[in-house]
């Protein structure tokens, strides 16, 4: 079975800082692959679909890419609203979320 | 606007049953496949099962297969969950969740309720 493991598990980081969250799958998934953004307390929130693609209604600061075994997620500059747990998800024969990480203010 | 209104949780011994409801409203359901994503408590995502349009494309994740029965009425907006022989490790906050197409194939998760908590224990 495929296994998505993001990286880092958390980070701290500052208002204004460029993050960089990385999925890696264990093999390749093409580019069927989702981000989501969660608060304490909420529910997920999708930002990213099919690798790259924008959530209609989501910042432009947020950016997905990647294809095969590699994606990325980056927040070219990280706002005070942004400090939640992401997760990647992707499709190969049932839909699998990556462990999470956690942004934190440093 | 969009909403997903779980209900159905609550405190259950394990071996027993529970059914989950999830009532849409907002945009046209029988236009869209829709799928349970479970969380235990300070855990990740996990889903559970997935269900197409018109019911006629059903998943499973594996720790649930042979449990767990999904459906849906379209008349009624509403999708439901109905679980059995519950497990300890079935404890979770149970998510209904919209999907951005109308099958279970490479599913994107748009839109999600708030939940309803299911406690498995003796």
């Known amino acids: 079975a495929i296994q998505l493991t993001q990286s880092p598990s958390s980070l701290s980081a500052s208002v204004g800082d460029r993050v960089t969250i990385t999925c890696r799958a264990s093999?390749?998934?093409?580019?069927?692959l989702a981000w989501y953004q969660q608060k304490p307390g909420k529910a997920p929130k999708l930002l990213i679909y099919d690798a790259s693609s924008l959530e209609s209604g989501v910042p432009s600061r947020f950016s997905g890419s990647g294809s095969g075994t590699d994606f990325t997620l980056t927040i070219s500059s990280l706002q005070p609203e942004d400090f939640a747990t992401y997760y990647c998800q992707q499709f190969n024969s049932y839909p699998l979320f990556g462990g999470g990480t956690k942004v934190e203010i440093k | 606007e969009v909403q997903l209104v779980e209900s159905g949780g609550g405190l259950v011994q394990p071996g027993r049953s529970l059914r989950l409801s999830c009532a849409a409203s907002g945009f046209t359901f029988d236009d869209y496949a829709m799928h349970w994503v479970r969380q235990a408590p300070g855990k990740g995502l996990e889903w559970v099962s997935g269900i197409s349009w018109n019911s006629g494309s059903i998943g499973y994740a594996d720790s649930v297969k042979g449990r767990f029965t999904i459906s849906r009425d379209n008349a009624k907006n509403s999708l439901y969950l109905q679980m059995n022989s519950l497990r300890a490790e079935d404890t979770a906050l149970y998510y209904c969740a919209k999907d951005k197409g109308d099958s279970i194939a490479a599913p994107d998760f748009d839109y999600w309720g708030q939940g309803t908590l299911v406690t498995v224990s003796s």
């Open positions: 093999q390749g998934i093409s580019s069927a």
